[in-house]
């Protein structure tokens, strides 16, 4: 009797979120990133940046393993559902933002040893203003509900998740007075898809994401760059350059000016004045021309 060879799709790595569903999850975690700084400002004496590092997909069980150990943990409940997510910490990362808030943030990482019941009170504080700032940055009209439901110690340790569960992982880089340290936000693939942040599949050719997704998506800042024009000069013109003097570009004065998003040609136009700031007048679409 051979034994059956278990099917290697449990253990392999999701496929990740792509396209909209993509840019309305990192639109709304940029936010919460960014109103959690406002808000832990108000609390620590030190200032605390927060830059969302790289989302991907995976499998809980390998995602949990990979958690600092020891460290903390805001387990949240989003959603109308309630479904489950995390925030992991390490230790040093908490126990350093807590001796922010006492006044005592020291001139290096704190030693990691266990926290007071006053100490963990204040993790408690802090980790409250997660789940606020990521209702508060959904972009509904409503905001979504999440709420703190326990700070979890040892969170390598919990059971929160099904081993095989779907998730999404965004790592989110913390800046200190310390330096960077990493906050994990695991959410399950299908707690995303009840709030909308889901990605069409093939079986589904009908579906569209939420429209405020959709709205979120297309709010996220784009850079637009004008080009003038280009000269190419030797070291010597460089460095004999003085303040009144003109530099003549490479562009004809009758020559559009190209509109560049992400170093791709975009739209043609040429330059006019808009009230007292410069402007830029769309002649043509650039879109498929070489750039």
């Given at each position: 009797?051979?034994?059956?060879?278990?099917?290697?799709?449990?253990?392999?790595?999701?496929?990740?979120?792509?396209?909209?569903?993509?840019?309305?999850?990192?639109?709304?975690?940029?936010?919460?990133?960014?109103?959690?700084?406002?808000?832990?400002?108000?609390?620590?004496?030190?200032?605390?940046?927060?830059?969302?590092?790289?989302?991907?997909?995976?499998?809980?069980?390998?995602?949990?393993?990979?958690?600092?150990?020891?460290?903390?943990?805001?387990?949240?409940?989003?959603?109308?559902?309630?479904?489950?997510?995390?925030?992991a910490?390490?230790?040093?990362?908490?126990?350093?933002?807590?001796?922010?808030?006492?006044?005592?943030?020291?001139?290096?990482?704190?030693?990691?040893?266990?926290?007071?019941?006053?100490?963990?009170?204040?993790?408690?504080?802090?980790f409250?203003?997660?789940?606020?700032?990521?209702?508060?940055?959904?972009?509904?009209?409503?905001?979504?509900?999440?709420?703190?439901?326990?700070?979890?110690?040892?969170?390598?340790?919990?059971?929160?998740?099904?081993?095989?569960?779907?998730?999404v992982?965004?790592r989110?880089?913390?800046?200190?007075?310390?330096?960077?340290?990493?906050?994990?936000?695991?959410?399950?693939?299908?707690?995303?898809?009840?709030?909308?942040?889901?990605?069409?599949?093939?079986?589904?050719?009908?579906?569209?994401?939420?429209?405020e997704?959709?709205?979120?998506?297309?709010?996220?800042?784009?850079?637009?760059?004008?080009?003038l024009?280009?000269?190419?000069?030797?070291?010597?013109?460089?460095?004999?350059?003085?303040?009144?003097?003109?530099l003549?570009?490479?562009?004809?004065?009758?020559?559009?000016?190209?509109?560049?998003?992400?170093?791709h040609?975009?739209?043609?136009?040429?330059?006019?004045?808009?009230?007292?700031r410069?402007?830029?007048?769309?002649?043509?679409?650039?879109?498929?021309?070489?750039?």
């Amino acid at each position: 009797m051979t034994t059956p060879e278990i099917a290697n799709s449990v253990f392999a790595e999701p496929r990740r979120l792509t396209g909209e569903a993509n840019r309305a999850l990192s639109g709304w975690q940029l936010s919460a990133c960014t109103l959690l700084a406002e808000s832990w400002q108000g609390l620590l004496g030190s200032e605390v940046n927060l830059t969302i590092a790289r989302t991907s997909a995976g499998v809980a069980g390998k995602t949990v393993a990979d958690l600092p150990d020891p460290g903390f943990g805001a387990r949240l409940e989003m959603g109308a559902n309630g479904f489950p997510s995390l925030l992991a910490f390490s230790s040093r990362l908490v126990q350093s933002l807590v001796f922010d808030m006492l006044g005592t943030p020291g001139e290096d990482w704190p030693e990691v040893r266990e926290l007071t019941a006053a100490e963990l009170s204040m993790t408690e504080l802090l980790f409250g203003e997660i789940s606020r700032a990521i209702s508060q940055a959904w972009p509904e009209i409503k905001p979504l509900p999440c709420e703190l439901h326990s700070v979890i110690s040892r969170p390598k340790r919990s059971r929160l998740f099904a081993p095989e569960e779907a998730i999404v992982q965004t790592r989110i880089t913390v800046e200190t007075p310390f330096g960077p340290d990493d906050v994990l936000w695991i959410t399950p693939r299908s707690g995303l898809e009840s709030i909308g942040i889901r990605d069409a599949s093939a079986d589904e050719p009908g579906f569209q994401p939420a429209a405020e997704m959709r709205n979120l998506a297309r709010q996220i800042p784009v850079e637009l760059v004008i080009e003038l024009g280009n000269t190419s000069l030797t070291l010597k013109e460089l460095n004999e350059l003085q303040v009144g003097d003109y530099l003549p570009l490479d562009q004809p004065v009758y020559q559009p000016l190209q509109a560049m998003v992400d170093g791709h040609l975009q739209w043609l136009g040429m330059p006019c004045r808009l009230g007292n700031r410069q402007g830029f007048q769309i002649l043509a679409s650039g879109k498929g021309s070489a750039s």
